[in-house]
Nanobody, 122 residues
Framework: QVQLVESGGGLVQDGGSRRLSCEASGRAFSSYAMGWSRQAPGKEREFVAAINWSGCILRYADSVTGRFTISRDNAKKTVYLQMNRLKPEDTAVYYC???????????????WGQGTHVTVSS
């Protein structure tokens, strides 16, 4: 089992940048695929980005491709989400996820953190 703690959320202006971090505890972090999803007010949770155990395979939602970058540091047991050119529609609670495979994370399965709020002001 793995525990996940997100950080880095806050208020950012339209067009600005923010980096989210997710620190994992427990064993075998490097064997997990990791990812991020988000849930905007009144909407269902949606997939944002995922990265496989080695960091060589990445997946992004169409809405964030070219603006967001996911990365991981297995030595630090941490996964990051660099968000650039933020838009008001990116406002959401962002959740970190860990799963046994990339497809598991993309499907919204696996372990979840408590989330961190990101608000983009126009």
């Amino acid at each position: 089992q793995v525990q996940l703690v997100e950080s880095g959320g806050g208020l950012v202006q339209d067009g600005g940048s923010r980096r989210l971090s997710c620190e994992a505890s427990g064993r075998a972090f490097s064997s997990y695929a990791m990812g991020w999803s988000r849930q905007a007010p009144g909407k269902e949770r949606e997939f944002v980005a995922a990265i496989n155990w080695s960091g060589c395979i990445l997946r992004y939602a169409d809405s964030v491709t070219g603006r967001f970058t996911i990365s991981r540091d297995n030595a630090k047991k941490t996964v990051y989400l660099q968000m650039n050119r933020l838009k008001p529609e990116d406002t959401a609670v962002y959740y970190c996820a860990a799963g046994s495979s990339l497809s598991t994370v993309v499907a919204g399965q696996g372990y979840w953190g408590q989330g961190t709020h990101v608000t983009v002001s126009s």
